[in-house]
């Protein structure tokens, strides 16, 4: 998941994208790279001070198998993160491999354990070292949209950045999709900034629309995914959806 924009539900479809698919039966893994550590929190997990998170991973102080957790959704892993990642963005750039690190270590881990058939990276609100991290060890990105009027602001910058990712340190990532969240359907702008996404990105555009739904603001709060605190609330029926999008689209 990435978008330099914060508050646009990078953090929430990470989240119950990945606990669709791992109530659907599969295997997912799901990597915390905020400091913010909301990935985490969202799905019952939280590290207490000197527990490893996934900056010791970063650092290379902490093989990944070490740091990874279950979450309060069956088949749903975690590797969180904590406060100690504000730092990171200091510490990284003096390591070799610095674009490389969560990619190396991924890779490491998935060799020893082949299980998941999913991995989903929540990246911080920005296109600095970690974001790049993120986009490096993925194979496809989502771009998160929030339905108002500067949606499409920054967007280019991030369209951009991923080119240039693609051309330079990881050939084969690719864009899955934008989706478009917190979408109110009641209203013209809504329906105006849905059109403008589709007109510019014909081929990029998930069908499924995720709308904005209170249910979805409050299930972060119990440490659970929406499917959880509401399976029968829009939000929940939404990220089903867009599971099933993805799955599709391979």
Not at 44 to 70: D, F, K, N, T, Y
Request: net charge negative; glycine share 6%.
């Amino acid at each position: 998941m990435a978008n330099q924009k914060g508050g646009v539900g990078k953090t929430t479809t990470a989240i119950n994208l990945a606990a669709s698919l791992a109530q659907a039966g599969e295997r997912v893994l799901l990597i915390d790279m905020d400091s913010q550590a909301n990935a985490s929190h969202g799905v019952g997990v939280r590290v207490a001070h000197g527990e490893p998170s996934i900056l010791e991973v970063l650092m290379g102080e902490e093989s990944l198998e070490h740091v990874v957790r279950p979450s309060a959704v069956t088949q749903l892993d975690v590797v969180p993160s904590s406060p100690e990642m504000a730092g990171a963005s200091v510490l990284l750039p003096d390591l070799p491999r610095r674009e490389y690190r969560l990619r190396d270590a991924l890779a490491s881990f998935l060799e020893l354990d082949a299980s998941y058939r999913y991995v989903f990276i929540d990246s911080p609100p920005s296109l600095g070292l970690l974001t790049v991290n993120s986009l490096v060890a993925a194979d496809q990105v989502i771009i998160p949209v929030q339905a108002e009027y500067y949606a499409l602001e920054g967007l280019a910058q991030l369209l951009s950045t991923i080119a240039t990712i693609k051309e330079r340190l990881n050939p084969a990532l690719r864009i899955a999709g934008l989706v478009l969240t917190m979408v109110d359907a009641r209203t013209s702008l809504a329906r105006q900034v849905e059109q403008e996404i589709r007109t510019h990105f014909p081929n990029l555009s998930f069908k499924t629309v995720v709308p904005r739904n209170v249910r979805l603001a409050e299930a972060p709060s119990h440490g659970v995914p929406v499917s959880m605190f509401d399976p029968h609330c829009a939000g929940s029926d939404a990220y089903f959806d867009l599971a099933l999008e993805v799955v599709k689209h391979g």
